[in-house]
């Protein structure tokens, strides 16, 4: 079967029934889509099918052959960061990150279909996304601040190469 | 002020929302196999046979591992710090929880493990359970734990408890107007970290083991792993603190091990990924607490003494209950100073999953007792909850249960600050309490006889 996977195109040879988180993970080696629960449950399996977010656990591969397939992979690079990737960083959404690769995927969907900043719904988009670690309101504030498009300064929070303190305004006291 | 308002720099923040970040599950290396567990379907049952044979003959299986494989089969976690050890590592003659593991089985995918963990023939004789630590002390009880039954016993002197007892308790309840007692039970609750227990563990030329772990516990977990495979720690390195959330869930060393020794046996790299029912269903969860609290209190709204019983229920086997009972007693009086103390605390064993620790090992469950106690007292004695919890507040050069002298007690600024966050009234008086040491006339005398005497040691 067939699949354009972050805009390359692959012939893949799994099973027809295998799943699309399966397909990625252990045949194409993309492995930002993780196997949380592996039954719909989480979230973190999300990737876009046709520009529309789907739990690839639940997704069998063979009612997706043909269809373009995007992962967070493909969404940016550290060079070059879509809005929502900032928007996670700037707002500190990731902590242990296990569920960003989905939550980032859910709501670049979100933020393309025009979503707004209203929290109710971001939290809609995102339902049945769980995050152990943050407690959602980093990730609700991320996403707002990328559905707005928020000016945002990451280099004070991305930085892996300068491990200095640094201090924002009004905090040098 | 430098870092308290700034915008930390986060090394890891461009890895994680770009799908860098590589997590165990992630590893890829070549030849790498797959691995599943054989677990119990019982609570609690004797295996009067384990006959592995029809697995290893399946096509795609590369070992199958049982208790006469691993080394040192009975360890503890807590073996280090001189704790008998209780826990084979895979069940021999007994399965002492539903989900214990039995067997491993590594093979080429993870479908063909699983099949294999299916034809492995085992017989069970199921045997009655345990699940209520209030039943465990009667002499009809089934015994749980073989190396201690069914409470831990070993304490120092030889005690079967751990005891705290500070003060004069008699003297306390003797002057008590008022004696409030209650029952307080905490559920055992997962941690539910995204990232499920998982290893990947490869077999260097050398003969060396590398070890890719979620552990939350790196050093700890070698030492364990290095107990049971019965190496030294100079052949085993360990590559992690890339942990998908673990929350107290992965200080237990959970796949580490048993993977460790598939790689051993099959001499190819193993990785083994419980699934979320495993995850749910055998991983060390939080334990419940059982907490028996009495309160001697002055009329005026003093805690004059405490007596405490808890019983917590550990699982099948140890593991750091022990530790987290100790935790738990010396921290009994929460963020009051009580100076008469009388605590036992019994770390009993029942036909459950393991208990482990969870953000606050032996204290959260702790504190909602302690807190909806003191509500309760305050109600009783009809005075203000929050100036009862600020007259027996802790403050500098108290002593706790355990008698350290707090340095720096937070217990008043807490209380003030909720306060004023939910709009409760304080009077001039408590506002303008300190956490500084009570003045020698402040004090009460049961107070007095414990600071100004030097601590009450
Ligand atoms: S792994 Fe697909 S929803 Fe959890
Ligand atoms: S950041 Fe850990 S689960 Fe969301």
Redesign the pocket.
């Given at each position: 079967m067939e699949l354009t996977v972050n805009s390359v195109s692959c012939t893949v040879q799994s099973p027809p029934l295998t799943s699309l988180l399966n397909v990625l993970r252990e045949e194409l080696d993309i492995t930002s889509p993780k196997a949380g629960c592996e039954s719909g449950g989480c979230g973190?399996c999300t990737v876009l099918v046709d520009g529309q977010p789907r739990r690839s656990c639940l997704t069998a591969l063979c009612t997706v052959d043909g269809a373009a397939v995007v992962t967070v992979e493909g969404l940016g690079t550290p060079e070059d960061l879509s809005r929502v990737q900032q928007a996670f960083i700037h707002h500190y959404?990731?902590?242990?990150?296990?569920?960003?690769d989905g939550?980032v995927v859910a709501a670049t969907a979100y933020v393309n279909a025009g979503g707004s900043d209203d929290t109710d719904a971001i939290r809609e988009a995102l339902a049945g996304h769980?995050?152990?670690?943050?407690g959602y309101v980093k990730?609700l504030e991320a996403v707002a601040a990328a559905a707005r498009g928020d000016e945002l300064d990451i280099d004070s929070t991305a930085s892996s190469a300068n491990n200095t303190y640094v201090t924002i305004a009004g905090a040098e006291s | 002020m430098k870092v308290v308002g700034a915008r930390l720099p986060r090394y890891d923040g461009v890895g994680?929302v770009t799908g860098r970040t590589t997590y165990v599950d992630d590893v890829r290396l070549p030849g790498m196999l797959h691995a599943a567990a054989l677990r119990s379907p019982h609570h609690h049952a004797r295996i009067t046979h384990l006959d592995t044979s029809a697995a290893e003959a399946m096509a795609g299986v590369h070992a199958v591992i049982t208790h006469a494989d691993v080394p040192l089969l009975v360890y503890g976690h807590l073996s280090g710090g001189g704790i008998p050890g209780d826990e084979p590592l895979l069940a021999k003659d007994h399965a002492r929880y539903r989900g214990q593991p039995i067997a491993l089985v590594a093979a080429d995918t993870v479908d063909i493990a699983r099949a294999a963990c299916a034809a492995i023939d085992v017989g069970y004789e199921e045997l009655p359970a345990l699940f209520d630590v209030r039943l465990a002390f009667d002499d009809d009880a089934p015994v749980v734990n073989d190396a201690f039954g069914n409470w831990y016993d070993q304490y120092e002197g030889n005690l079967d408890v751990r005891q705290i007892r500070k003060g004069d308790i008699e003297a306390a309840f003797d002057a008590a107007d008022l004696i409030v007692s209650g029952v307080y039970r905490t559920q055992s609750q997962e941690q539910v970290?995204?990232e499920t227990q998982v290893c990947v563990a490869v077999p260097e030329p050398d003969g060396r083991l590398t070890i890719h772990t979620c552990t939350q516990a790196m050093y700890f977990s070698l030492g364990v792993v290095c107990s049971h495979l019965q190496l030294p720690m100079s052949q085993v390195k360990m590559v992690g603190g890339t942990v998908?959330?673990g929350f107290g869930g992965k200080v237990d060393t959970a796949s580490d091990t048993l993977t460790a020794l598939a790689a051993q046996k099959t001499e190819r790299p193993v990785k083994w990924r419980w699934t979320r029912e495993e995850e749910m269903l055998a991983s060390g969860n939080r334990g419940p607490w059982h907490m028996e609290i009495i309160d001697a209190v002055s009329r005026d709204g003093w805690i004059l003494g405490r007596k405490m019983l808890t019983i917590h229920d550990a699982g099948a086997y140890g593991r750091f209950s022990v530790y987290g009972v100790t935790k738990h007693s010396f921290h009994h009086t929460g963020a009051y100073t009580i100076p008469n103390l009388h605590f036992d605390g019994y770390v009993v064993f029942t036909n459950r999953i393991p208990t482990t620790a969870m953000r606050g090992y032996g204290i959260t469950g702790l504190s909602t007792a302690i807190e909806v106690h003191a509500e309760r007292v305050a109600r009783e004695l009809g005075m203000d909850p929050y100036e009862f919890r600020l007259k027996n507040a802790n403050r500098v050069n108290d002593t706790s249960p355990n008698r350290i002298p707090y340095e720096d007690p937070s217990t008043v600024e807490v209380l003030q600050s909720l306060a004023s966050a939910t709009g409760s009234e304080l009077s001039d008086d408590l506002r303008a309490m300190t956490r500084d040491q009570r003045s020698a006339d402040m004090l009460p005398d049961h107070l007095a006889a414990q600071i100004g005497s030097g601590g009450g040691h």
């Open positions: 973190a959404a990731a902590q242990c990150g296990f569920c960003s939550m769980f995050c152990r670690c943050t990730i | 994680h970290p995204l998908g959330g």
